[in-house]
């Protein structure tokens, strides 16, 4: 009796937590550099999520760069995933109002580590608008690779990619966000049994981008090893904003600035950080391009890659077959007649190469020209961009490229009627993580290849095949000739 009173005597001098063996031993409870958490852990893996890694983003902290947590006492519950941040509805998912939200996710095999386990911190995707860590189920390439898995929030859209003149960090707060997450991985990632030297980033769409916007970044050196950019690439274009016009995602931070100008009818910061979130969720898909010309991102990413000014580490790019299918439906909703797909063409490309368009991508006779637009579409703004990062970053450092092309696979979205979605942007995700769709036991046989993949890359920084791009589609595993399938030096000769 003496001995246990003294010890806890000594924990409230100390600020010690008491914590039984138990629990202790099942590894449910983790002192990060902050705090004790304590997560869940079942047969296969240990979860812990809504764990800080940066003071809430709210009040005068609204659009500043991440400051630090404040230590917290006692045992943090992280038995519940991470909250969304603040976003309007999109694609079938409920908005969510919620500004303090910079938390992540770890899942850990539920066995103890040998050895430092490598550490993958996922990046989700949804236009920079939207989105959330809690999205995805990491079991599959934790279970499979015995690695680690952070998924990460980040500030989305007007909050995350707002700009206002003369506000430090205009444009950039999101990407900020992102790397006080990889900071705080290199903190704790050993109390979790990884290995803060073997940290592979990656991401999906603008979690792709956000990887190539980090390989851009000074202030991420060091806070990774390897990278893996899907369906992001650096040069990916849309059309406008002016008539046959593409351009990238990134903005420079003059733009940006000016588009908060007026913003939600305030002449000043102070009476825009007293709105509330659902007033700044008026304007949020206005804010939905990082900002280059700041400490977070000096230069455009574009013209780093070009010029080689990225960090110099193993990286993976890759592709879904049919990109565009997954929008062509959301910006074109009507069938367009094949009649009129040279008229779409025109206000999409310049008129001198309209004719040579069209030939090598003909109608198909079913009266509705959006599949054509999506294909052409996915070559010019994806697959061949993708193509240029392969070859720009290859330069400097080591680059596997991949494409899945499984045109039978299921849709994530409620999405309205189309020809044929085939691989649609995202549809690689049902490959890596449990989004709880039920796959032929062919299609499991892909994933099973695919997150074995991604594990080997993320020990290796190679993923196990020879060709310059390996394609992923039932019965049809092996290398490709990519830049033939999708016409990029078509495309390259246009400009």
Not at 59 to 81: F, K, L, Y
Request: charged share 20%; aromatic share 8%; with cysteine.
């Amino acid at each position: 009796m003496n001995r246990l009173l003294t010890v806890v005597v000594t924990a409230v001098v100390t600020g010690a937590v008491l914590v039984s063996p138990a629990a202790a031993d099942s590894g449910a409870v983790v002192r990060t550099d902050k705090g004790v958490v304590r997560g869940t852990v079942t047969g296969q893996v240990r979860t812990f999520g809504s764990i800080p890694f940066a003071a809430p983003p709210v009040g005068d902290n609204r659009w500043r760069d991440p400051r630090p947590v404040t230590a917290w006492p006692g045992v943090r519950d992280a038995t519940a995933p991470a909250p969304k941040c603040a976003q309007t509805s999109q694609l079938g998912q409920p908005g969510a109002e919620n500004e303090d939200c910079l938390y992540l996710n770890v899942t850990t095999p539920a066995s103890k580590a040998h050895k430092p386990r490598p550490v993958m911190v996922w990046i989700h995707g949804g236009g920079f608008t939207a989105g959330g860590a809690s999205d995805y189920d990491a079991r599959w390439l934790v279970t499979r690779n015995d690695v680690i898995v952070v998924t990460v929030n980040y500030r989305l859209g007007a909050f995350g990619f707002f700009g206002y003149p003369g506000l430090p960090g205009s444009g950039a707060f999101g990407l900020a966000d992102q790397q006080a997450a990889l900071r705080w991985v290199q903190r704790n990632a050993r109390a979790f049994g990884g290995d803060a030297r073997n940290v592979t980033v990656f991401g999906e769409s603008a979690g792709g981008l956000s990887v190539c916007a980090q390989l851009a970044s000074p202030r991420a050196a060091g806070l990774f090893a390897k990278a893996i950019i899907q369906s992001g690439p650096c040069g990916l274009t849309s059309p406008g904003p002016g008539p046959r016009e593409f351009s990238t995602v990134w903005r420079s931070r003059a733009e940006v600035e000016q588009r908060g100008v007026g913003a939600l009818g305030c002449a000043d910061l102070a009476c825009l950080r007293a709105q509330p979130a659902s007033a700044v969720l008026t304007v949020h898909e206005q804010f939905g391009n990082p900002a280059f010309g700041t400490a977070v991102l000096p230069v455009d990413p574009v013209v780093a890659q070009r010029t080689g000014r990225m960090h110099r580490v193993p990286t993976m790019v890759g592709t879904t077959h049919d990109e565009m299918t997954l929008f062509a439906p959301l910006i074109w909703p009507q069938p367009i007649p094949e009649s009129a797909y040279k008229e779409l063409l025109g206000g999409l490309f310049d008129p001198r190469h309209v004719d040579a368009i069209a030939a090598l991508y003909p109608v198909n006779g079913n009266d509705d020209a959006r599949d054509e637009i999506a294909r052409l579409l996915t070559d010019k703004s994806w697959s061949c961009t993708s193509q240029v990062a392969r070859r720009e970053l290859g330069r400097f450092a080591r680059v596997a490229g991949y494409e899945f092309a499984d045109p039978d696979v299921p849709l994530i979205f409620p999405l309205p009627p189309f020809p044929d979605y085939k691989a649609y942007h995202a549809s690689e995700l049902l490959m890596l993580f449990d989004l709880g769709q039920q796959l032929t036991p062919e299609q499991r046989e892909v994933s099973d290849r695919m997150v074995a993949a991604w594990g080997r890359f993320a020990r290796t920084g190679a993923p196990g095949w020879r060709a310059r791009v390996q394609s992923f589609a039932p019965g049809a595993i092996g290398g490709t000739d990519f830049a033939r399938d999708h016409r990029c030096a078509f495309w390259s000769s246009t400009g």
